[in-house]
């Protein structure tokens, strides 16, 4: 990189642009590498009820979401987040055999983490999750649109 063409520079040039200069390409990439940032939703199961939830996610956004199983029987996640043709990567869980494409188990002591992409939403919506085996079992995920209406 030839240095000496910067120095007669003006000393006022902003710091943001002469870094944007500098890095060029990397600071794309890194941009790019924020905007795909992982959001995570974390679900506790204790004594057959939903103990505590930490998290939301954004619309059209990578998010995994964990459920830990702290009781001493299996339980069921299922919500209305989840569309029949959506792709969902499961680990730490199993699939409900007969009982459609988002029906998970997740055994106890175990936890079940659940990776997708969130659909792209209009507005802020929550989404009922539930327990097809506890239906007392239940609670409700944020899903926060932020980019506005100019999209993004
Ligand atoms: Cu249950």
């Given at each position: 990189m030839n240095i000496g063409g910067f120095l007669p520079k003006p000393l006022f040039v902003p710091v943001s642009l002469a870094v944007g200069a500098l890095l060029g390409l990397g600071l794309v990439a890194l941009a790019v590498q924020a905007a795909q940032d992982t959001k995570k939703i974390e679900i506790?199961?204790?004594?057959?009820?939903?103990?505590?939830?930490?998290?939301?996610?954004?619309?059209?956004?990578?998010?995994?979401?964990s459920?830990?199983?702290e009781d001493t029987m299996i339980h069921g996640f299922n919500s209305s987040l989840f569309t029949p043709d959506m792709k969902v990567e499961?680990?730490?869980?199993s699939l409900a055999p007969g009982k459609g494409p988002h029906v998970y188990r997740v055994n106890a002591g175990k936890t079940l983490v659940l990776k997708f992409t969130t659909p792209r939403l209009d507005d802020n919506r929550s989404f009922a999750f539930w327990c097809d085996i506890h239906p007392s079992m239940k609670g409700e995920m944020l899903v926060v649109e932020v980019t506005g209406p100019d999209g993004g």
């Open positions: 506790v199961i204790k004594d057959g009820t939903v103990k505590s939830l930490s998290g939301y996610t954004l619309t059209g956004t990578l998010t995994e979401i459920v830990r199983n499961m680990s730490g869980g």
